[in-house]
C-alpha cells in the first residue's frame, strides 16, 4: 500500500461546484502539503501544516481551503471551481530538519478538470 | 517564492550520460533535492545533497553543487529508456518550504 494516498485520482467537475480533495498518510509525519502542478510552472504551494493545529497559506492559496483533520489526513477544498484550476493536483509529507532531511514524500496526483 | 530554474527539454541517446543543470536563488538553502517523475505518478526522491557538501555519487548518479554560482546539476551516466521521465530540484531552506524547479522533461532515444 501507498505511504500517501490521494482520492480521487481523477475528478471531472462543472464551474461552481464543491470539490474535496483527500489524502492520507501512513508514514507518520507531522508535516503535509498540497501543491498544484501545471505544465511549464513546476510544483507550487498552495497550503502546507506542520501539526493538526498548524495550517498556513503558501504561493498560491486564493480560491482554495484545507482541513487537517488529524495527524494523517489533509484535505483541500476548492470552494467555487473554476477552469484555470485545472490542474494535477499532489498532497506531500515530510519528517522536517529536526527529524532528518526534511525528504518530501509524494502521493500519486489527483487530475482534476474544470469545465 | 525563490526562483529555482532549469530548462524544459533535454533529449539523449541511449547510452549517453545526461546532465541536467538548476540555478537557484537562495544562497541559505539547507538541502538540495532532485526528484523524478514518470507518467501518470507522484514525484519521487532520487538523491539530496547537503549545502556545505561540493559533490555527492550514488550508483549512476551524481550530483555537483557549486555554491558560489548557485548551481546544482544531476549527471546520469549510461542513461537508460527507463531514465525517461522529469526531474525536478527543489531547494529547502528554514525547514518550512520547498521550492521546486520548472521541471526538465529527459527523452531517452533508443
Known amino acids: 500500500d501507498a505511504d500517501v494516498t490521494q482520492t480521487p485520482r481523477n475528478r471531472i467537475t462543472k464551474t461552481g461546484k464543491r470539490i474535496m480533495l483527500e489524502c492520507s498518510q501512513t508514514?507518520?509525519?507531522?508535516?503535509m502539503y498540497w501543491y498544484r502542478q501545471d505544465p511549464g510552472l513546476g510544483l507550487r504551494l498552495i497550503y502546507y501544516?506542520?501539526?493538526?493545529?498548524?495550517?498556513n497559506k503558501g504561493e498560491i492559496s486564493d480560491g482554495y481551503s484545507v482541513s487537517r483533520q488529524a495527524q494523517a489526513k489533509f484535505s483541500l477544498s476548492l470552494e467555487s471551481a473554476i477552469p484555470n484550476q485545472t490542474a494535477l493536483y499532489f498532497c506531500?509529507?515530510?519528517?522536517?530538519f529536526g527529524r532528518g532531511t526534511n525528504i518530501q514524500y509524494f502521493g500519486a496526483g489527483t487530475r482534476l478538470s474544470v469545465l | 517564492g525563490e526562483d529555482v530554474e532549469q530548462s524544459l527539454f533535454l533529449s539523449v541517446r541511449e547510452g549517453d550520460s545526461s546532465v541536467i543543470n538548476c540555478t537557484y536563488t537562495?544562497?541559505?538553502?539547507?538541502?538540495l533535492y532532485w526528484y523524478k517523475q514518470e507518467p501518470g505518478a507522484g514525484l519521487q526522491l532520487l538523491t539530496y545533497?547537503?549545502?556545505?557538501?561540493d559533490m555527492k555519487q550514488d550508483q549512476r548518479l551524481t550530483v555537483l553543487l557549486n555554491k558560489k554560482d548557485k548551481h546544482l546539476s544531476l549527471r546520469i551516466a549510461d542513461t537508460q529508456t527507463g531514465d525517461s521521465a522529469i526531474y525536478f530540484c527543489?531547494?529547502?531552506?528554514?525547514?518550512?518550504?520547498?521550492?521546486f524547479g520548472t521541471g526538465t522533461s529527459l527523452t531517452v532515444i533508443p
Open positions: 506531500a509529507t515530510s519528517d522536517g
Open positions: 508514514k507518520g509525519h507531522d508535516r
Open positions: 501544516s506542520f501539526d493538526v493545529k498548524d495550517i
Open positions: 537562495d544562497s541559505s538553502s539547507t538541502y
Open positions: 545533497i547537503f549545502s556545505n557538501m
Open positions: 527543489a531547494e529547502s531552506y528554514t525547514g518550512n518550504q520547498f521550492y
